[in-house]
């Protein structure tokens, strides 16, 4: 076992530390993991704060300097992690064409070496937005949040994805576990590995992003407009917000169509503030 700082780490994680380490970040523990990459929690030194401009930019403002840096392998084989290295490259072209937006999770830095690549992300404290809405649920004892909190949190969401749509880059994976909150409470979108760049009046056929909050077109199989899709997922957002909960539920396509067909139910004890019965 090694020792770094406040992490243990055991021997498969020595060279990660040690190349962090190198490039100037400490690590000090793991805050979280897929299926082929690691997220960690690190510090960088001031040295390096000095000689990053990004870096230097992006921390200025905050109290504490920490950083997430998510570790990916690049020594892969089968399709699946293929993949996965594909859905990277879409993440970092599109981190890097939004660069600069408050609402969207900033990329400062990339290095590799040679058995894996490594993603210097802005840290967003507070979670995501899933989390956000249930915790302020079970504190109010009614589901959602209070309206003008959603408003505020609605409007940074329109913000960031009207940025993205400017620079010709689409989501296609908004969901409310993409979306995190940083140590002011601001949102930060996140997980572009979905992303692709968009043709004006282009249409696309991919069959992808999170079932509950994807567009009808979509479902039925029809080629769709990016933008459009993304507008109906955060319409799906803002319901979840403010009622706390999604307002389509089935997973299959043509079960999920159907629900979508039959419309939404409006329940008037979600506007009373009482949280309904168990």
Not at 67 to 92: G, N
Request: glycine share 6%; net charge positive.
């Amino acid at each position: 076992m090694v020792k770094s700082g406040s992490l243990v780490m055991d021997e498969a994680k020595v060279d990660e530390v040690s190349e962090c380490r190198e490039r100037g970040y400490l690590l000090t523990r793991k805050i979280g993991s897929g299926s082929f990459s690691r997220v960690y929690l690190a510090v960088p030194t001031q040295d390096k704060i000095c000689c990053n401009f990004r870096l230097a930019v992006g921390l200025h403002n905050k109290k504490e300097k920490r950083v997430a840096i998510k570790v990916i392998p690049i020594r892969q084989r089968s399709q699946q992690q293929q993949q996965s290295q594909r859905c990277l490259s879409r993440e970092i072209n599109a981190l890097l064409s939004t660069y600069k937006h408050p609402n969207v999770i900033q990329l400062y830095e990339t290095f590799c070496s040679v058995s894996r690549l490594y993603l210097v992300l802005e840290l967003a404290v507070k979670g995501d937005l899933l989390e956000y809405i249930n915790r302020l649920s079970d504190r109010r004892l009614a589901l959602g949040l209070q309206e003008g909190e959603a408003a505020r949190l609605f409007t940074e969401l329109v913000g960031a994805v009207s940025h993205c749509h400017s620079k010709n880059i689409v989501h296609r994976d908004l969901k409310c576990e993409n979306i995190l909150l940083d140590e002011r409470g601001s949102l930060k979108l996140t997980d572009f590995g979905l992303a692709t760049r968009c043709r004006k009046n282009g249409l696309m056929s991919t069959f992808c992003g999170s079932m509950p909050y994807t567009a009808p077109e979509i479902l039925q199989g029809q080629k769709y407009k990016g933008e459009h899709a993304d507008i109906w997922s955060m319409g799906v957002i803002l319901y979840a917000m403010v009622t706390g909960k999604l307002p389509f539920t089935e997973f299959q396509p043509s079960k999920l169509l159907e629900e979508i067909k039959c419309g939404i139910l409006y329940n008037e004890r979600l506007s009373t503030g009482n949280k309904p019965p168990a």
